[in-house]
């Protein structure tokens, strides 16, 4: 494997021809108002990059766009003017005519030293100007990450929001029957290809989750038997158990800092929250009830965690201070609630509520108001956010089905994708955006 900042390093990004000095007048910039909710997809031509890798990188470009929601990529049946040299302006007049918003050209060539040059226009048709571009440098197997960073300076340019193309996701992938499972912690990018396992299987394997400031997962194992939260290096595959307790440590979760672990331990027939600082190893208990507090997430400023705890009788969504102060329940729809993760953008708390014999994936403010309901069936669970707070991904087994699949939603509830994986797939959780 390549390490991620290896990576970024062989990657250089630099500005094309003429796009530091680009200006275009304030009426003719193209924007989507994110701000508006439900926006209407943007209809945007996509071409196929020039060189022999082009057309790949396009599609790739493409279906991360589409996948978003906010972008409708224009079939190429449609594309009048064939585009035959990148650099030069296209006839504007004729991708007006078929309403595309935006534009995409580019191309891929090999360096004589054996690396991938990408790069890539973005043009408004309907202002008759180039947008922005960019140019990368990279070793060929890096070409789809190359594509999703593209999607990404698209993404931003058209939105003024960061993206989330080149992100990886860490899960369980399941395999086997019902009777013989065999869960193994794996990792892929965010649509779904590259899938590495990181664990052979002979493990049970829970909640793996990404440290918001280094290539590392914490996850439980039942290793030789024992109930333990481990972290992972994902760079070096370096493996450490968090601490020895007394009691089983599940659902860890780092603080946004990268320096603690929250999780919930078990004594006896309760659980409690605990914090471990990664540094000194020494903990901190944050609640003591006689109930089941679990789940634990921090705001994204470090300063509150959302939990879940049936101290009222059946399992509901608490938000406390990081200190352990102030613990107030914020739910109280009908059924229960479960698994709260705070949003990156810090305005929204998700959830899985379970009521009617269904589970719901939701949103809710922090003080709970504002509760929306994205997407039911017969158990969806497990909600993680996109980095930049606009879409969840989540995991779902439909009645009847062998296993649970992996499933992607925007805050709108009506873009929902099928995170395909060679597998069954639960407990995803999303990094942060790739350095």
Same mark, same amino acid.
């Given at each position: 494997?390549?390490?991620?900042?290896?990576?970024?390093?062989?990657?250089?990004?630099?500005?094309?021809?003429?796009?530091? *000095?680009?200006?275009?007048?304030?009426?003719?910039?193209?924007?989507?108002?994110?701000?508006?909710?439900?926006?209407?997809?943007?209809?945007?031509?996509?071409?196929?990059?020039?060189?022999?890798?082009?057309?790949?990188?396009?599609?790739?470009?493409?279906?991360?766009?589409?996948?978003?929601?906010?972008?409708?990529?224009?079939?190429?049946?449609?594309?009048?003017?064939? +585009?035959?040299?990148?650099?030069?302006?296209?006839?504007?007049?004729?991708?007006?005519?078929?309403?595309?918003?935006?534009?995409?050209?580019?191309?891929?060539?090999?360096?004589?030293?054996?690396?991938?040059?990408?790069?890539?226009?973005?043009?408004?048709?309907?202002?008759?100007?180039?947008?922005?571009?960019?140019?990368?440098?990279?070793?060929?197997?890096?070409?789809?990450?190359?594509?999703?960073?593209?999607?990404?300076?698209?993404?931003?340019?058209?939105?003024?929001?960061?993206?989330?193309?080149?992100?990886?996701?860490?899960?369980?992938?399941?395999?086997?029957?019902?009777?013989?499972?065999?869960?193994?912690?794996? +990792?892929?990018?965010?649509?779904?290809?590259?899938?590495?396992?990181?664990?052979?299987?002979?493990?049970?394997?829970?909640?793996?989750?990404?440290?918001?400031?280094?290539?590392?997962?914490?996850?439980?194992?039942?290793?030789?038997?024992?109930?333990?939260?481990?972290?992972?290096?994902?760079?070096?595959?370096?493996?450490?158990?968090?601490?020895?307790?007394?009691?089983?440590?599940?659902?860890?979760?780092?603080?946004?800092?990268?320096?603690?672990?929250?999780?919930?331990?078990?004594?006896?027939?309760?659980?409690?929250?605990?914090?471990?600082?990664?540094?000194?190893?020494?903990?901190?208990?944050?609640?003591?009830?006689?109930?089941?507090?679990?789940?634990?997430?921090?705001?994204?400023?470090?300063?509150?965690?959302?939990?879940?705890?049936?101290?009222?009788?059946?399992?509901?969504?608490?938000?406390?201070? *990081?200190?352990?102060?102030?613990?107030?329940?914020?739910?109280?729809?009908?059924?229960?609630?479960?698994?709260?993760?705070?949003?990156?953008?810090?305005?929204?708390?998700?959830?899985?509520?379970?009521?009617?014999?269904?589970?719901? +994936?939701?949103?809710?403010?922090?003080?709970?108001?504002?509760?929306? +309901?994205?997407?039911?069936?017969?158990?969806?669970?497990?909600?993680?956010?996109?980095?930049?707070?606009?879409?969840?991904?989540?995991?779902?087994?439909?009645?009847?089905?062998?296993?649970?699949?992996?499933?992607?939603?925007?805050?709108?509830?009506?873009?929902?994708?099928?995170?395909?994986?060679?597998?069954?797939?639960?407990?995803?959780?999303?990094?942060?955006?790739?350095?």
């Amino acid at each position: 494997m390549v390490k991620c900042s290896l990576i970024r390093a062989l990657m250089v990004i630099a500005g094309l021809f003429g796009v530091a *000095a680009f200006t275009t007048p304030a009426n003719a910039v193209l924007t989507l108002d994110l701000r508006k909710g439900n926006v209407q997809p943007l209809p945007i031509a996509v071409t196929d990059f020039q060189g022999d890798m082009g057309a790949q990188v396009s599609q790739v470009i493409a279906a991360d766009l589409q996948r978003s929601g906010l972008f409708a990529p224009i079939n190429k049946t449609a594309f009048i003017e064939k +585009i035959s040299n990148p650099d030069a302006s296209p006839r504007f007049e004729d991708w007006k005519v078929i309403n595309a918003q935006a534009l995409v050209t580019g191309r891929v060539t090999k360096e004589a030293d054996g690396r991938l040059r990408a790069e890539f226009r973005l043009w408004d048709p309907f202002a008759g100007q180039q947008m922005t571009g960019q140019q990368f440098y990279t070793q060929p197997e890096n070409w789809r990450r190359v594509a999703h960073i593209i999607a990404d300076a698209i993404y931003k340019q058209i939105t003024g929001e960061e993206g989330y193309f080149d992100t990886r996701v860490v899960f369980v992938s399941e395999s086997g029957t019902k009777q013989q499972r065999k869960r193994q912690l794996a +990792i892929m990018d965010q649509d779904g290809f590259n899938v590495r396992m990181l664990t052979d299987g002979s493990d049970l394997v829970l909640t793996p989750r990404f440290s918001p400031s280094r290539q590392e997962v914490t996850y439980m194992s039942f290793a030789n038997q024992q109930p333990r939260v481990y972290l992972l290096q994902l760079e070096t595959g370096q493996r450490e158990v968090v601490g020895n307790f007394p009691g089983m440590t599940f659902s860890p979760r780092f603080s946004p800092d990268g320096q603690k672990v929250i999780m919930s331990l078990q004594q006896d027939a309760n659980s409690n929250i605990y914090t471990m600082d990664l540094r000194s190893r020494t903990t901190t208990r944050l609640t003591l009830t006689a109930a089941i507090d679990t789940s634990p997430s921090y705001s994204p400023d470090g300063a509150r965690v959302s939990f879940e705890s049936d101290r009222g009788g059946k399992p509901q969504i608490y938000v406390m201070n *990081a200190d352990g102060s102030g613990q107030t329940r914020i739910s109280f729809g009908d059924g229960s609630y479960s698994t709260p993760v705070w949003s990156p953008r810090g305005d929204l708390i998700a959830f899985t509520k379970q009521a009617g014999g269904k589970f719901s +994936i939701g949103v809710m403010k922090p003080d709970g108001s504002g509760e929306r +309901i994205l997407t039911t069936g017969f158990h969806n669970e497990g909600p993680t956010w996109a980095p930049n707070g606009r879409v969840l991904m989540f995991f779902r087994q439909a009645a009847g089905s062998g296993g649970p699949q992996l499933y992607s939603i925007d805050l709108t509830g009506y873009n929902e994708q099928l995170v395909k994986t060679p597998s069954y797939g639960s407990d995803p959780a999303w990094s942060p955006l790739m350095e």
